[in-house]
């Protein structure tokens, strides 16, 4: 199916029958989810977009409603619901403004390597996608059709450029008259249509286009020529030889067709850009300066005074980049810059079936992740951390070829071959300038004001005092946008007194000299001064909050009520985004230093604490049932809350608090896979115990060492640990309290002594349990009798389990159990019940989104397949699985996958390339993994069969077969099982 939305919105059947859309609503929608197409688009975003400012009563059903009409009129399953919003299932290049951007992007490059004749042809192939207004049917999402037009523009001039090139001077000077005159102020065009005039013969008239611009520009905006312009004129003045048209070129057969450009099969992927709220000021230099450095080189940090701009500007730059784009903000971040970046990837730990794994240096998962990627990574405020950052970006720059850094600190990294582009505050205009919205500053400050203060504009009363406050701000973004706010409350006149009075520091000679802080904390402090007494209590103990708050929360921890929160977001000390009130960074540290003077901090954090302990204790039973999924992304939200919460009540003493809190998270640490930072938590919980021990809390201290022995540590310290655990909580112990330390328990403390004995002790539990411990007996029961030998009871118990956890509908059981019952039903040589099984894993793996998961279901039934003589199948399946480990980092897929990838290689006797893929599979393959033990050892049996097949040891011609991402040759090989 494909999509139009570069004018009235239509979608086309994929023979090319036209798809009955509806209503002016349902297109609204469709719109906005062709515009992200294979993306998730959050509700909120949706009903701005379909509403405006005022949506109706009920717009929750009311969106609902236009779903469902619109998946009648696609099929129910092209429009997909994820707990964050809905999705439309469609390649991004099936719609038509996904192409034209990919052809605009390739026929730039095309402009820039030289070739002006592909260049026009993509360029051209581009631009007749349009057939009107783009995004008509969404006329409220005025910013998305404003980008679009304004790439239209430009891909105009690109296009423009390149018949320039190729000598078609007279066929464009009728286009360019018709586009100078709808765009006067337009440099480039101006620029254009002067080469073009001179280049047919007129150089008269390339003059006089110069001197009216120069003349518009001069009495519109106040400035001189750009230098695009100058230089086109001084060539004209000079008759300069490169301004000569070469032999005009026909135009060319279109290189590409406009419906298939030549591009990536996927869109690009885009993490951490948030959706910004407020228009880009004043900063199109630097974003072409950004856009370019980043062409040239593969290192540009941004550096500039706090409060400059530089993430925003960061944001913005990105948002241009073709291909991934993955956003880490290091602000937050107090240590682990790896770990930051493997989050921001969200490269995960697996799903663990042995006793314990080594722990895997975390630089190394990012290079496994990142070795072959073209990537844009943004490291964001660096300045706290910046050895650290500086250290791990140019490991990751040396070891990845095609990986490309954005950093943003207040001083450079320090590392060869990085490009430095300082970010100035935004320019001024003179005292006596008499226009000075041509500056950017007063830009700035008159469209925030407006934003504020309705039908607020810069004249002859207030451009003064307008232009006073940019002065006395230094053009700082960040203090501009919060003085404009005061104009709520305030006439300007009065903003630009005060602010002379609080901020004489902020001068043009001290500028750069100031430290960040103190910049703005005289901006957040003069904001401050403004609050209510209940507006600052409520802003000083709001900044408790590490992530932001939902109004419930912040009114319980604050104690006060939450229509005070809702006047601070009116004042922009706070922001609500998607359902949460979060402060900027700055303001927040203001706000914490508030915190510590008041005397109340401890209160306030120890009621911080106790309002998360609450949250978990009541969401951590619903990790394990049907609502998992929602409740898992409703956890997702408060994370570092919980994070911070423990991190509190441990270095404050409240041991009890920080165990139980602890401890009820760990179901959704470990589900989530965030297995390093809670182990770091469980460490310092441990540390901070000592010798000592907790009345009454036996299940909370040995989920804390559980958690601390999940990153694969396995010191002295920790064995004694476990150790008593396992007396503490014997075989026959039934948790009470922390219910998910039974599935944790035998994991690490070992398996029990007498599998029989423990079989038998399980069968006693009976109806005792509640649902999701008893399905999870099932499960153990079924592994002791596959290890005692007693096969077909064990089939019949992982069954029942598999039945009990479907029951509850808790999925992670599901995979749990799908995972082991396909490994007995492979040893049972049982291919179509493995293969069916694998099937299902994959499935339920997918809607958790757990990748590490989706790629071990995809090796489990790429094995099946290849005993089935489904060698086809089982390649494909293994190519996918090297992919995403690859891509997430996860060694210990990637090695089976290869080695798969390698047997298949065997059956085919394609010996090079399969010596080849098992020589790289052993290399990725962590061997002092439990769970690894099979694949190591089927590695080497898979080596010594090539060597008793006659394969030198040395290896081989790789033949036709590619090897790299576990990739091979295409052609059909032979038995599978002869590898097995």
Not at 300 to 310: E, R, T
Request: aromatic share 6%; charged share 25%.
């Amino acid at each position: 199916m494909r999509f139009q939305i570069l004018g009235p919105t239509t979608a086309w059947q994929a023979d090319g029958e036209p798809v009955e859309l509806g209503g002016p609503r349902v297109r609204a929608l469709l719109t906005l989810l062709a515009l992200d197409a294979g993306r998730i688009v959050t509700a909120g975003h949706l009903v701005d977009g379909m509403y405006g400012a005022r949506p109706p009563e009920g717009v929750a059903n009311a969106l609902q409603s236009q779903v469902s009409r619109l998946r009648r009129a696609l099929g129910r399953d092209r429009v997909e619901f994820h707990p964050a919003g809905y999705r439309l299932v469609a390649d991004p290049e099936d719609v038509d403004a996904r192409r034209f951007e990919l052809l605009i992007r390739d026929g730039r490059q095309a402009l820039a390597g030289g070739d002006p004749e592909r260049a026009a042809a993509l360029l051209r192939a581009g631009l007749d996608l349009w057939h009107g207004a783009p995004l008509a049917d969404a006329p409220h999402a005025e910013a998305a059709a404003a980008a679009l037009e304004e790439l239209r523009l430009a891909a105009t001039e690109d296009r423009v450029q390149a018949d320039l090139a190729l000598g078609r001077h007279r066929e464009l000077v009728a286009e360019l008259t018709r586009l100078t005159a709808a765009h006067p102020l337009r440099e480039r065009l101006r620029a254009q249509l002067m080469r073009a005039l001179y280049g047919s013969g007129r150089q008269a008239e390339a003059l006089t286009v110069y001197e009216e611009a120069r003349k518009l520009l001069d009495e519109e905006l106040g400035i001189d020529p750009g230098p695009d312009l100058t230089a086109a004129h001084l060539a004209v003045l000079r008759a300069d030889p490169s301004l000569t048209p070469r032999a005009p070129s026909s135009p060319p057969t279109p290189a590409v067709s406009p419906t298939h450009p030549r591009t990536d099969p996927a869109g690009p992927m885009r993490v951490g850009l948030r959706s910004q709220l407020t228009s880009f000021v004043g900063r199109a230099e630097e974003l072409d300066r950004v856009g370019a450095s980043l062409r040239d080189g593969r290192l540009v940090s941004l550096i500039g005074a706090g409060g400059a701009g530089k993430t925003r500007l960061a944001m913005e730059a990105a948002a241009r980049e073709p291909g991934e784009v993955y956003f880490v903000p290091l602000a937050p971040v107090s240590g682990g810059v790896p770990q930051a970046v493997l989050a921001a990837l969200d490269i995960r730990d697996a799903l663990l079936h042995g006793h314990e794994r080594s722990r895997v240096d975390p630089v190394d998962r990012l290079v496994a992740a990142l070795a072959d990627r073209e990537l844009l990574l943004i490291l964001d405020n660096c300045e706290h951390l910046v050895t650290e950052t500086a250290e791990l970006t140019d490991h990751l720059l040396a070891a990845c070829p095609r990986l490309r850094v954005l950093a943003t600190s207040r001083e450079a990294l320090g590392i060869t071959g990085e490009s430095v582009l300082p970010v100035t505050p935004l320019r001024l205009p003179p005292p006596e300038a008499d226009d000075p919205l041509g500056y950017p500053a007063v830009r700035l400050f008159t469209d925030r004001a407006a934003a504020v203060r309705p039908g607020f504009a810069v004249d002859e009363d207030n451009r003064a005092h307008v232009v006073r406050i940019c002065h006395a701000l230094d053009g700082l973004p960040l203090a501009i946008e919060l003085a404009a706010a005061r104009l709520r409350t305030l006439p300007v006149a009065e903003v630009a007194a005060r602010l002379d009075d609080r901020f004489r520091l902020l001068t043009r000679g001290s500028r750069t000299a100031l430290p960040r802080h103190q910049t703005l904390r005289a901006v957040v402090a003069w904001s401050w001064d403004l609050l209510t007494e209940d507006e600052r209590l409520m802003a000083r103990r709001l900044s408790v909050f590490a992530g932001g708050a939902r109004p419930e929360a912040a009114e319980r921890v604050c104690g006060l009520p939450e229509d005070v929160l809702f006047s601070l977001t009116e004042k922009s000390l706070v922001e609500y985004v998607d359902g949460r009130f979060r402060m900027l960074a700055t303001i927040r540290a203001f706000c914490l230093e508030r915190l510590e003077e008041s005397g109340e901090a401890e209160e306030i954090r120890h009621a911080h604490a106790r309002h998360y302990l609450d949250f978990m204790l009541a969401t951590d039973p619903l990790l394990r049932t049907s609502e998992q999924l929602v409740w898992l992304a409703r956890v997702d939200e408060e994370s570092d809350d919980l994070d911070a919460a423990v991190r509190w009540a441990t270095e404050a003493g409240h041991l009890e608090l920080g165990f139980r809190l602890l401890a009820h998270s760990a179901c959704y640490w470990w589900m989530r896979g965030h297995r390093s930072a809670s182990s770091h938590l469980a460490d310092g919980l441990l540390s901070a115990l000592g010798e000592r021990r907790l009345p009454g809390m036996d299940e909370e201290f040995a989920m804390c060492v559980l958690v601390s022995a999940w990153n694969g540590r396995s010191d002295e310290e920790l064995r004694s640990q476990l150790s008593e655990v396992q007396a503490l909580l014997p075989i026959e112990w039934l948790p009470k309290r922390v219910e998910f330390l039974m599935m944790l328990l035998s994991m690490f403390t070992g398996p029990p002594s007498d599998f029989a004995m423990t079989y038998d002790l399980l069968g006693r539990y009976g109806d005792r349990l509640p649902p999701w411990q008893q399905s999870l007996a099932y499960t153990g029961r079924a592994f002791l009798l596959q290890v005692l030998g007693r096969t077909d009871e064990a089939v019949a118990e992982f069954e029942r389990s598999l039945a009990a956890f479907r029951r509850i509908g808790e999925r992670w059981g599901i995979v749990l159990v799908l995972s082991g019952l396909g490994n007995l039903r492979q040893s049972q040589a049982d291919h179509r019940g493995a293969l069916a099984l694998a099937d299902e894993a994959l499935e339920v793996a997918r809607e958790l989104r757990a990748y590490t998961e989706i790629g071990e279901a995809l090796c489990r039934r790429g094995d099946a397949l290849a005993y089935l003589d489904d060698l086809e199948g089982a390649r494909a399946d293994y190519r996918e699985a090297a992919e995403l480990a690859r891509m997430k980092g996860s060694m210990e897929i990637r090695a089976w996958a290869l080695l798969g990838l390698g047997e298949a290689a065997t059956a085919d006797g394609d010996f090079g390339t399969a010596r080849d893929l098992l020589v790289r599979a052993r290399e990725a393959c962590p061997r002092s993994w439990y769970s690894t033990g099979d694949t190591w050892e089927r590695i080497e049996t898979a080596l010594t069969r090539l060597d008793t097949a006659g394969e030198p040891a040395g290896g081989g011609e790789a033949g036709d077969g590619e090897t790299g991402d576990g990739e091979t040759g295409d052609g059909e090989a032979g038995d599978g099982k002869t590898s097995r």
